[in-house]
């Protein structure tokens, strides 16, 4: 993919969310209490227009496109999708944000991905495609049962049910929370979900989240 069609100001945005910061997180720290947390991509770590279209996920779940390519067509996206009136930013754009609010959590943030692109891609492939400072709390990815009826409509609840059932299966008895910009995917578990905009994570659902982290980091183990 030809490098020279990206736009250089959106390639600098995108390179930022892949920097990394230090100081890293300390895998090795046992004094936190565990709190796992169901993490969308679209509408939290960006933009939801920034995601890629289904095609794209199949072609890099198939391994037609590497993971550069596949970053690279979701750049190229954007800037065809891009409003004039309305700055979408970059995939990942939100990321440093999450990062930064995990890493003051008195929780031990583990993250369990939900997003939609897992029925196209790979575990794997999923987490080499996040910057380091998410992908190394990754310790999970909902399974592939389908959220959708019969006639292609998100089943209410789905996700937080397929959420519930990773936490009986690996981590039973353990807290969790959700990010996500639809609520209807958590519609049976409100109470642990942080709703972003479909702008991405911004501040009123950092403060939420912040808040949700403080109390379930409080709250003994069911």
């Known amino acids: 993919m030809p490098a020279d069609l990206l736009n ?5 945005q995108f390179l930022k969310a892949y920097a990394e910061r230090t100081p890293p997180l300390n895998t090795s720290s046992t004094s936190k209490r565990q709190l796992y ?45 891009r409003n ?14 999450l990062a930064d609010a995990l890493d003051a959590s008195p ?11 897992r029925l196209q891609i790979a575990f794997d492939d999923l987490v080499s495609l996040m910057p380091a400072r998410l992908a190394r709390r990754v310790v999970g990815m909902l399974d592939l049962d389908s959220e959708l009826d019969a006639n292609g409509f998100s089943v209410p ?18 807290h969790w929370i959700a990010l996500d ?13 942080v709703q972003t905009h479909m702008s991405g994570l ?20 069911a």
């Open 107 to 117: 929780a031990d943030v583990r993250i369990v991905i939900a997003t939609s692109w």
């Open 37 to 81: 947390l169901g993490l969308d991509f679209d509408g939290v770590l960006h933009h939801a227009l920034c995601g890629p279209r289904i095609d794209q996920c199949q072609m890099f779940g198939s391994g037609e496109i590497n993971g550069i390519q596949f970053l690279a067509s979701l750049l190229l996206k954007v800037q065809g999708d």
């Open 202 to 221: 911004g501040e009123s659902a950092l403060m939420a989240l912040r808040t949700l982290m403080e109390n379930f980091a409080l709250t003994p183990a």
């Open 181 to 193: 910009d639809m609520p209807e995917h958590w519609a049976d578990h409100p109470d642990r979900l």
């Open 8 to 12: 250089d100001k959106h390639l600098r």
């Open 157 to 174: 609840g789905a996700r937080g049910h397929l959420m519930a059932r990773w936490i009986a299966q690996h981590a039973p008895k353990s």
């Open 84 to 97: 004039r009136d309305c700055d979408l930013g970059v995939p990942f754009d939100r990321t440093h944000a």
